[in-house]
């Protein structure tokens, strides 16, 4: 979620709580029931870890997210809208692939997308 420590400093932590409730619901809407899984890692940041995804799946699956989290309205709070950047990366090789590289990919993808403006998704396709 963009500017979330923002959101808590200007509305208070109550509703950043119910902000990340809320992010957290639109991402799940998103994502394939099965395989996928999400969790928040620290601050404004989750991790979404996706088995067996191609580049147009994940292509729709980000963009899912992208609009579910435009969406979001937190009661009262009508004014407040929500975005999000993305960074990704892949892992194609079990072999010469850590997690610790692919998470580094996303992360450095996650701030060319915060610095291109937000509310954007930046892949990286050369991952580890």
């Known amino acids: 979620m963009n500017y979330f420590k923002k959101v808590n400093d200007n509305y208070g932590h109550d509703v950043g709580d119910k902000c ?12 394939r029931e099965k395989s996928d899984f999400h969790a928040r890692i620290g601050g404004e940041e989750f991790a979404i870890i ?3 995804v ?10 899912r997210i992208l609009q579910n989290i435009r969406a979001v309205r937190i009661h009262g709070y009508h004014s407040l809208c929500l975005t999000c950047s993305i960074g990704s990366s892949f892992i194609t090789s079990l072999e010469s692939a850590t997690i610790k590289g692919a998470l580094k990919e996303a992360d450095l993808a996650l701030y060319e997308a915060k610095n291109q403006g937000r509310d954007k998704w930046v892949h990286k396709i050369n991952s580890v």
Do not use: G, R
């Open 50 to 52: 996706f088995q067996s």
């Open 54 to 63: 191609t580049t147009d799946e994940l292509e729709k699956i980000i963009s």
């Open 20 to 31: 990340l409730v809320a992010v957290v619901k639109a991402v799940s809407l998103a994502l």
